[in-house]
Nanobody
Framework: QVQLEESGGGLVQPGDSVRLSCAAAGVTLDNNALTWFRQAPGKEREGLACISGFGGTVHYSDSAKGRFTVFKDTAKNLAYLQIDDLKPEDTGVYYC????????????????WGPGAQVTVSS
């Protein structure tokens, strides 16, 4: 049984950094793609950053380039999303999701999801 669980969210101030973690069980991040998605209030779920299986190539959506960093620790089967210089528009629920091997920005292509972690950026 595959389980993903995000952690590290919360209330943060503009300009701060946050590191979200995604703990995976029942799936090996070494050979599965792991993507971070965000669902902001009233908006569609959007892909932000993906790290592929079999080599760990990273990809960022246009909205994530520059302030977002995705990486993984395959020994611990953990993935991370670092967000720097947080802005109010970064507020939302952040999800990690996995699929076999190749990254894809379409959330419908992902088989397994965590419950999400709320990040609220406010002063």
């Amino acid at each position: 049984q595959v389980q993903l669980e995000e952690s590290g969210g919360g209330l943060v101030q503009p300009g701060d950094s946050v590191r979200l973690s995604c703990a995976a069980a029942g799936v090996t991040l070494d050979n599965n793609a792991l993507t971070w998605f965000r669902q902001a209030p009233g908006k569609e779920r959007e892909g932000l950053a993906c790290i592929s299986g079999f080599g760990g190539t990273v990809h960022y959506s246009d909205s994530a380039k520059g302030r977002f960093t995705v990486f993984k620790d395959t020994a611990k089967n953990l993935a991370y999303l670092q967000i720097d210089d947080l802005k109010p528009e970064d507020t939302g629920v952040y999800y990690c999701a996995t699929r076999e091997s190749i990254c894809n920005w379409r959330w419908e292509r992902y088989e397994h999801w965590g419950p999400g972690a709320q990040v609220t950026v406010s002063s």
